[in-house]
């Protein structure tokens, strides 16, 4: 009878006493999640396949293909926050998500792949600066993120990107294989080591990027149906002509990095002319009027007593 009772008292106490509402909360940490949430990180998924597939075609020789999935990550990447802010599906585990999906579809695979198209000719020069690639892609992820809640940040600062973002990194990164692709001979392993280092050395510095983020959020009604046009055509061009589109946007890219420093520039002046603009308006009507009577003080006559210096 002993042992029956302290079965049952046993069973009765899997949960403590003194933790009356832990089946409760355990109920609510496990409720069902809308499939708006869902959508977002499936695409994000879907664009780490794709980088993981171009390290594996970078291995297999098939450069052609392993480009175009990273092309394809970086579009995927373009839409997926997107989705998600439009469709009201963000979430701390999709931004967390989308960080690690972009060090590996924008730092290690491109690294990998122009490590193996060329930079291994240098040795562990060549590979040091594949690694530094990678690393400097994971520091711009993580300063992205700790930036991206700064209270401290101008209504215009979300225009502006501190340092080339990680996906137009991997992107501009292999321009030395499009030249190659388009028919240029081979270009040096030790240019193009100076120019990953370059590009990496890009996204982690405090250089104003233009980001685009709040361009285009509304169209014209008249400006539709070009916009479909302009769209079908850019899509059209890079599958028909890829290399050729890729070089010219990179070129075109890295032409146009001193103009989003020009404009970032611009911003803080007219900041620092509107702030100084209102400490003048606000000067006068704090300042205290002095007496009328009031006369400058004098320096003491005693001739033993040192002057002052204000």
């Not at 562990?124 to 992820?141: D, H, K, P, S, Y």
């Not at 270009?187 to 996204?203: C, E, H, N, R, S």
């Amino acid at each position: 009878m002993a042992s029956a009772s302290t079965s049952r008292y046993i069973a009765a106490m899997v949960f403590s006493p003194f933790e009356p509402d832990r089946t409760e909360a355990r109920r609510r940490r496990f409720r069902a999640i809308p499939v708006r949430m869902l959508v977002p990180n499936v695409i994000t998924l879907l664009a780490l396949c794709a980088g993981l597939t171009a390290i594996r075609l970078a291995f297999e020789q098939k450069l052609e293909w392993s480009l175009a999935a990273i092309v394809f990550a970086a579009a995927l990447d373009g839409i997926d926050g997107r989705i998600a802010r439009l469709i009201k599906g963000q979430s701390r585990f999709g931004a967390e998500l989308d960080s690690l999906a972009d060090f590996v579809n924008f730092g290690c695979a491109p690294a990998l792949i122009l490590y193996l198209w060329g930079l291994y000719e240098d040795g562990n020069v060549g590979w040091i600066a594949a690694m530094v690639f990678a690393i400097c892609a994971a520091l711009r992820l993580a300063r992205f993120n700790v930036m991206a809640n700064d209270p401290d940040r101008p209504l215009w600062g979300g225009n502006f990107f501190t340092g080339v973002p990680a996906p137009a990194g991997a992107i501009i990164v292999m321009l030395p294989i499009y030249l190659h692709l388009l028919g240029v001979p081979k270009i040096a392993a030790t240019l193009t080591l100076f120019y990953t280092l370059a590009i990496a050395f890009l996204m982690v510095s405090q250089l104003p990027v233009f980001s685009g983020k709040r361009v285009g959020k509304r169209v014209p009604p008249e400006m539709v149906l070009p916009v479909f046009v302009l769209v079908v055509l850019f899509f059209a061009l890079l599958i028909a002509y890829p290399w050729w589109v890729l070089t010219i946007g990179t070129l075109c890219y890295l032409a146009c990095l001193p103009l989003g420093w020009f404009s970032y520039r611009e911003h803080q002046r007219k900041d620092a002319t509107a702030a100084a603009a209102a400490v003048s308006q606000q000067a006068p009507e704090h300042a205290s009027p002095s007496p009328p009577d009031a006369a400058p003080q004098r320096a003491a006559e005693d001739p033993e007593r040192p002057v002052r210096l204000n």
